[in-house]
């Protein structure tokens, strides 16, 4: 499966549009108590990569679903909202793809 922010890849011809895609994981930033900013940001950076992954892996699962062999012209949102939570979401165009 080839995922990519781009609208087409290179040295591959899209053969069909087979519809838009999502992937959204939503996850509780667990607070620690600390006087140390550095360790508080690496932290939520952590967090957010653990879930922009889950939120890329519900993405390819949904495309699969279409029969589709890659996503073109990924967005990815991420929200951190002031009661602690993160959400990443995943948006494409689900296609299927030959090498030229």
């Known amino acids: ?9 290179e040295d591959y011809k899209i053969l069909e549009y ?3 895609v999502s992937g959204t994981s939503v996850n509780a930033q667990k607070i620690k108590m600390t006087f ?8 939520i950076s952590e967090s957010i990569s653990e879930i922009k992954e889950q939120a890329f892996v519900q993405l390819k699962e949904n495309a699969e679903k279409l029969n589709a062999n890659a996503v ?12 602690n939570y ?10 299927s793809i030959v090498k030229r």
């Open 1 to 9: 499966m080839i995922l990519t922010t781009t609208n087409s890849v």
């Open 36 to 43: 140390n900013m550095q360790k508080h940001y690496s932290g």
């Open 72 to 83: 073109v012209g990924i967005n990815v949102d991420i929200e951190l909202s002031v009661n």
């Open 18 to 20: 087979r519809g838009i």
């Open 86 to 95: 993160i959400t990443v979401t995943t948006t494409g165009t689900a296609v």
